[in-house]
């Protein structure tokens, strides 16, 4: 789960989020599944959306299923939701979404994939008015969840 | 010197004992048998039909066997009343799961939640406990086909075959006997369920009017919930008489020679 914006929302959301999964496993033995987790995500998102008090939250939530393979969901602070391939929050993500929309293959390896990412973050970094400086990269599969090198200025220096 | 306790629901007796539970269960023992039998392509339960009296106006298809969702029936035993009362509280616990998880309630939690309901009756409140026992089968795709019963004291179990009312006892040492586990498909099973009601009901014949029975299945990734015609009863009711007859025959030839 990648989430952004207001920070003490984001902490609490995902916080929330964790622990209920964890308690679910605890008490019933088996894991919730990856469209059920946003199901009850996005239902977290629009109960404080409808109760008047928000999560100013975007995020994006990517799991892996045995049976299903891999998946990745686009949520926003209005509670909306969707399936997708590809997907950006953010004034960095806008820059990127267009490279995204050229690159982006469905049968991208790992390898390729990161490299997909490189190229957007050098753009963000050339043309952002924000200084973003470390990119934290995650990758889940069915090995489990894995950081790979974080990107950064010295990862197009090099 | 019992009748001093069990005037009120929450508290033990000097022996331990929560009369009022005891005496639910009692109730409940007089009521319409129904049972389950868990196949390896599917699950059946059976009750018997005690309401056939020809005035009555067929309003509901099925007196003792509620659907709860697409993947989940139940069958009760005991005071009707009770049981419409518990059978709506599972459909809205299912409907509420699917509300918040967008996917069916897996079996074992939905009867998980009502029984921790039974069990408030007979902590606190000062309410009598509910005079339900119930069946549940449904399929989910953690553990595929489960048969569960619950009671009025909030406990349940997992079964493979099991009965519940009127002579639940003795149909129950007949399953033992009669069912094969991982052997006995949907079909078998409800040959047995037949045999089996027949010596539960109460000295009278077994007529369609009588039993009541449905299937649970899964086809092409989907539910199929089942409540068998008359005719199909009929037909399973004529197939059990006759295997009654030949092995009745097969008794007497011996005794002639």
Known sequence: MGVIGDHADAVHLQQYITKNLQLYKLKNGYELDTPAVVHFTRRTLSDSLKNGNPTMVNMLLAGYDRNTG????????????????????????????????????????????????????????????????????????????????????????? | MARRYDTRTTIFSPEGRLYQVEYAMEAISHAGTSLGILATDGILLAAERRNTNKLLDEVFFSEKIYKLNDDMVCSVAGITS???????????????????????????????????VKQAYTQYGGKRPFGVSILYMGWDKHYG??????????????????CIGNNSAAAVSSLKQEYKENETTLAEAQALAIKVLSKTLDMTKLTPEKVEMATLTRKDNKTIIRILTNTEVEKLIAEFEKTEAEAEAAKKQPAKS
């Open chain 1, 70 to 158: 891999s998946a990745l969901y686009a949520l926003d602070f209005l509670a909306s939701c969707v399936k997708v391939p590809y997907a950006v929050h953010g004034f960095g993500g806008i820059i990127s979404l267009g490279i995204l929309d050229d690159l982006y293959r469905p049968t991208l390896s790992q390898t390729e994939a990161y490299e997909v990412l490189k190229i957007c973050i050098r753009e963000i970094q050339k043309r952002l008015f924000a200084n973003l400086k470390n990119f934290q990269v995650k990758i889940v599969s069915r090995c489990g969840i894995k950081t790979l090198p974080t990107i950064n200025a010295d990862t197009f220096s090099k």
């Open chain 2, 82 to 116: 009770d049981a419409n009362v518990l059978t709506n509280e599972l459909r809205l616990i299912a409907q509420r799961y699917l509300l918040q998880y967008g996917e069916s309630i897996p079996c074992e939690q939905l009867v998980s939640w009502l029984c921790d």
């Open chain 2, 145 to 162: 086909y489960q048969l569960y019963q619950s009671d009025p004291s909030g406990n349940y179990g997992g079964w493979k075959a099991t």
